[in-house]
Every structure is written in C-alpha cells, then in structure tokens.
C-alpha cells in the first residue's frame, strides 16, 4: 500500500478554518432564529446554511486529498466572504461578529488554497 504524501501547514490551516467556520455557522444558525428580526431574514439564513455546506464539502475535499478541492475552496472563499458581510450587518451582536470572523479567516484561507 502506497503512503500518502503529507500535506503542507498551510492545507492544514485550512482545514481547520473551513471546520471552525462550518461550526460557528451551525451554532449561529440558532442564535439568529431565536433573535429573529434582521438576524432571521431568508437571505441571511440561507447564506449561513450555504456557508455551512460549502466549508464541510471544502474540508473533506482536501482531508481525501481530492485535487478539485481548488474548485470547492473558491466557492467557499467568495461564500465565505458574503457570509462575512452579512453577519458584519448585525455587529451590534457579539455572536455575528464571531461568526463574520471566523467566515473572514475561512475565506483568507480558501483563497489561497484555490490560488
């Protein structure tokens, strides 16, 4: 059986930025449902569910070594950074600021991965 080529720190980061951020996003989910008004918009809503999905689906793509993971870490980038935005709207919040963070660290790191 082949040995598999270790990644590189900067895959790695990535890795756990992409995890991080899909965490925040589900947890943030339930925030922005219990507060309801602008935090429980359809677009905003559906926006973090998206930015859930696509950090998931980037994580895994490079945990199985996939070479497309430059594909999915450019979708997540651009979403990443819309999700950023969206929450930065609601920075009167502490809970939308950790999570516009930790979707601004994601987005940085997919970026250069999809570079």
Do not use: F, K, W
């Not at 947890?27 to 429980?40: D, K, P, S, V, Y």
């Not at 980037?58 to 993971?69: F, K």
């Not at 950074?81 to 994601?106: F, L, Q």
């Amino acid at each position: 059986m082949e040995a598999t080529a270790p990644r590189d720190v900067a895959m790695d980061d990535c890795i756990a930025n992409c995890t991080d951020c899909h965490a925040r996003c589900v947890e943030t989910l339930r925030h922005c449902l219990e507060r309801g008004g602008q935090h429980a918009s359809p677009d905003h809503l559906t926006l973090m569910a998206t930015c859930a999905d696509i950090c998931r689906t980037s994580a895994d793509a490079m945990l199985r070594g996939a070479d497309v993971h430059v594909y999915t870490c450019r979708a997540c980038a651009e979403i990443c950074r819309r999700c950023a935005e969206s929450c930065e709207r609601i920075a009167d919040d502490a809970t939308m600021r950790r999570c516009a963070e930790a979707c601004r660290r994601c987005a940085e790191s997919c970026a250069r991965m999809a570079a």
